[in-house]
């Protein structure tokens, strides 16, 4: 008999590579044609050719298998190299290195928003992208089936878990957790920056993800020239100017009584400009005196203890402070934008 295995088992791995379906090769002519010739040797042959075939067979399912895994394991990227690595790229010289790398704009404008109201004695904790029913809505004066749940075009998995569209969603736990301060005859002073979802259209002015933050405080004789006050002491350190502020009555369910805010623009002294519209005030947040049922539910007496709350978007103010047109630049990945900042 003058069919040679190892020729064979040259010409199967010669086409392995180029076949689309690798599994192919197991089922090849030239192998089952070895099979078949096996009955047919003489006895003493037959087991040197049988364990030959056999062994071409183990080697070509391990090839089979190795491929295999190498499509279920994908390379294992390193996030860690340069952007620019890649010099194959045809936009090579326009990609950053990691040396020039540097923090968002969003998140260092939050770092020296939180670190001025460190300075003013406040917290930071930052807020849940999951939470419930009782923390969004039920703990802030929003009964079941409130119109003004109907404000927030909240979104909500099937089994009722919410992404929050408020910081405010924090408002409970916070006061809860720092009751003791009260307890000592402190005051609880707590911001709470994080992310916040809304059922939005998208457009120059607004995201269906963006990020609030949201200030709580909560002490004996708390009234709203004190929220006034470090509203007004808290823009002027981050504008790095003296502002006017004005407030007008709102309804939130969760403040009694609810302001939207308004300071003066910090680009124009109020004189008009494109920033403010040419009124020469900018809205930028809502307020109000904490609500005596946001109390109660967080185990507050309001008889004892009141406070004032406050919620502003993050990427607004930012967006006013380097007057940003369009609040999808924030989340572009457009360098031309971010080296702006850096
Ligand atoms: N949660 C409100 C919003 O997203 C903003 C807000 C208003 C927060 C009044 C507050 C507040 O803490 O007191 O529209």
Known sequence: ??????????????????????????????????????????????????????ELTLKLKE??????????????????????????????????????????????????????FYRMGFSAIESRIIDDDFHMFGSLNFPEGHPARDDYDTFM???????????????????????????????????????????????SRHDHTFYQVEGVYVGKNINAGNLMATLRTFLEEYFGRQLDIKSQPFYFPFTEPSFEFALSCPFCDKKGCSVCSYSGFIELLGCGMIHPNVLTQ???DPDVY?????????????????????????????????RQFS
Request: proline share 4%.
């Open 1 to 54: 008999m003058n069919i040679d295995v190892e020729n064979i088992s040259e010409v199967l791995l010669s086409r392995f590579d180029g076949l689309d379906n690798k599994a192919d090769i197991l089922k090849s002519r030239e192998l089952k044609t070895l099979y078949s010739i096996i009955p047919s040797l003489p006895e003493a042959e037959r087991a040197i050719f049988g364990k030959k075939v056999n």
């Open 63 to 116: 090839l089979v298998e190795k491929h295999q895994q190498k499509l279920e394991v994908p390379e294992p990227i390193d996030i860690t190299a340069p952007f620019d690595i890649n010099q194959n790229l045809t936009n090579a010289n326009q990609l950053l290195t990691s040396d020039n790398g540097s923090q968002h704009p969003l998140m260092r404008e939050l770092d020296i928003v939180l670190d001025i």
């Open 157 to 203: 998995t099937k089994d009722k878990l919410i992404a929050p569209a408020h910081t405010s969603s924090m408002q409970n736990r916070v006061i809860q957790q720092n009751k003791s301060e009260l307890e000592h005859g402190k005051a609880i002073a707590c911001v709470i920056p994080g992310v916040v979802f809304r059922n939005e259209d998208v457009d």
């Open 298 to 300: 967080a185990e507050i």
């Open 306 to 338: 009141s406070g004032f709350a406050f919620g502003f978007g993050l990427d607004r103010l930012v967006m006013m402070k380097y007057d940003i047109e369009d609040v999808r630049n924030l989340k572009s990945s457009k360098l031309e934008f971010l």
